[in-house]
């Protein structure tokens, strides 16, 4: 059962337009919500995360806003760049249980694939 | 910065073959994750761990197993390589960012069966 899903397999945009990615869930015991950036034959680099205190959190180019009512996220990257062609992949964190180790366990979604064209 | 590496990028085995993927990281992490990533299947987690030579089991540990002998190397092993094993391999370990636990990631291994 996927509890964090990313149903668009990819995404074009055109350089400088908006670049939005979506991404649902369904275990509301999820209250951190991560975006990673990875190219091909690298790693995933974290970019962007937010609380499920906020509903939106911004940095540069990137904002994500969450709308817990919907199990919703969405990542915004204004204006798109070349460069942000990639696989975007959102990711959740189950609430932290006093008392209990933190493993930092993370459930990712399938990924986006994001071409931005000059 | 965290940093995590692995100790190959690319690798050939054959079918039956032992493997051995090596990952380190230097920032005093407690844990520490092994995933596969495929198309369309995005990350799915192998094993973890969250203290020297303690282990759990993730969503596919069939076919795989780990060590982690000290805090900062953590092992996949594949005992007995099968084709449907070719993938890409990624490690990654977690600590603080914000306030929350964060996964910092290596560059990754392909691993091709044949």
């Known amino acids: 059962d996927q509890q964090v899903k990313q149903n668009s397999p990819s995404l074009s945009v055109q350089e400088g337009r908006i670049s939005i990615l979506n991404c649902d869930y369904t275990?509301?015991?999820?209250?951190?919500f991560l975006w990673y950036k990875k190219y091909p034959a690298e790693g995933p680099t974290f970019l962007i995360s937010?609380?499920?205190?906020?509903d939106k959190n911004e940095d540069g180019r990137f904002t994500v806003f969450l709308n817990k009512s919907a199990k919703h996220l969405s990542l915004h990257i204004v204006p798109s760049q070349p460069g942000d062609s990639a696989v975007y992949f959102c990711?959740?964190?189950?609430?932290?249980?006093?008392?209990?180790?933190?493993?930092?366990?993370?459930?990712f979604g399938q990924g986006t694939t994001l071409q931005v064209k000059p | 910065d965290v940093k995590v590496t692995q100790s190959s990028r690319y690798l050939v085995k054959r079918t039956g073959e032992k493997v051995f993927l090596e990952c380190v990281q230097d920032?005093?992490?407690?844990?520490m994750f092994w995933y596969r990533q495929d198309p369309g299947l995005g990350l799915r987690l192998i094993y973890f761990?969250?203290?020297?030579?303690?282990?759990e089991k993730g969503d596919i540990p069939e076919g795989y197993s780990v060590s982690r002998e000290k805090k900062e190397r953590f092992s996949l092993i594949l005992e007995s390589a099968s084709t449907n094993q070719t993938s890409m391999y990624l490690c990654?370990?977690?600590?603080?960012?914000?306030?929350?636990?964060?996964?910092?990631f290596g560059p990754g291994t392909r691993l091709l069966v044949l």
């Open positions: 920032m005093d992490h407690e844990n």
């Open positions: 761990s969250y203290d020297v030579k303690m282990k």
């Open positions: 990711a959740a964190s189950p609430t932290r249980i006093h008392g209990s180790s933190n493993t930092g366990k993370l459930i």
């Open positions: 937010i609380s499920s205190i906020k």
């Open positions: 990654a370990s977690s600590g603080l960012a914000g306030g929350r636990e964060t996964q910092y």
């Open positions: 275990n509301s015991m999820f209250d951190y």
